[in-house]
């Protein structure tokens, strides 16, 4: 597996807002991937993060509202633009692609825990 | 019809118990099954995959597939306090990257 860490852990932000989370992987790998969970839900999959080009959205998940950036091989960011409090939630970032893995097997950061007031 | 259908719980049984954790799945083209376990305020964690039919055996856990049921389970043998957390799981079709996840398991084991 792979260590993968989050930033902010937590934050509550005021409607209207914006707020970017970051992704760091202690290795290189082939994709990432951003998750929002939501209380009583089923993880849902925001996006894909594709390293050198735009991100790969979700049905009813747009790139204005839901921003991707992916610089490198380690590292990602999600902005969760314009906040209104239904956009709080859990974001997780995920990773594919390690040395030896199959591309089912994915690995979770610890998440973003956003509460929009 | 959801894809993956999960009972919620909350499941409560005795240390030492075994537990049994079950999924439903609509979409035949699904090929991979996981389990993550998801303690209370952090991230999913991988314990376990599977591709064909059968048990698969890991320690205490055991995960089994019933595809012609579209039914896949989570046995963990001799419960402890330390396995409360809440259970996924989590399906792939074998292409592309989209992991589909049932709502999750909470599960308390008791003293």
């Known amino acids: 597996s792979a260590v993968i860490s989050q930033k902010p852990s937590r934050d509550i932000c005021q409607r209207g807002t914006s707020l970017t989370i970051q992704c760091q992987v202690d290795?290189?790998?082939?994709?990432m991937f951003w998750y929002r969970q939501q209380p009583g839900q089923s993880l849902t999959l925001i996006a894909t993060?594709?390293?050198?080009?735009?991100?790969?959205?979700e049905s009813g998940f747009v790139i204005d509202k839901f921003p991707i950036s992916r610089p490198n091989l380690t590292f990602s960011t999600l902005t969760v633009s314009n906040m209104s409090p239904e956009d709080s939630s859990i974001y997780l970032c995920s990773v594919n692609g390690l040395a030896g893995g199959h591309t089912y097997e994915q690995y979770f950061g610890p998440g973003t825990r956003l509460t929009v007031t | 019809q959801k894809e993956v259908e999960q009972d919620p719980g909350p499941l409560s049984v005795p240390e030492g118990a075994i537990v049994s954790l079950n999924c439903t799945y609509s979409?035949?083209?699904?090929?991979?099954f996981m389990w993550y376990r998801q303690y209370s305020r952090k991230g999913p964690e991988l314990l376990m995959y599977?591709?064909?039919?059968g048990n698969k055996e890991d320690g205490r856990f055991t995960a089994q597939v019933d595809k012609s049921s579209k039914y896949i389970s989570l046995f963990i043998r001799d419960s402890q306090p330390s396995d409360s957390a809440t259970y996924l799981c989590a399906i792939h079709t074998g292409g592309g990257n989209k992991l589909t996840f049932g709502t999750g398991t909470q599960l308390k084991v008791e003293l």
């Open positions: 290795s290189q790998v082939t994709m």
């Open positions: 979409n035949s083209a699904f090929q991979y």
């Open positions: 599977t591709y064909s039919s």
């Open positions: 993060a594709n390293q050198g080009s735009e991100a790969t959205y």
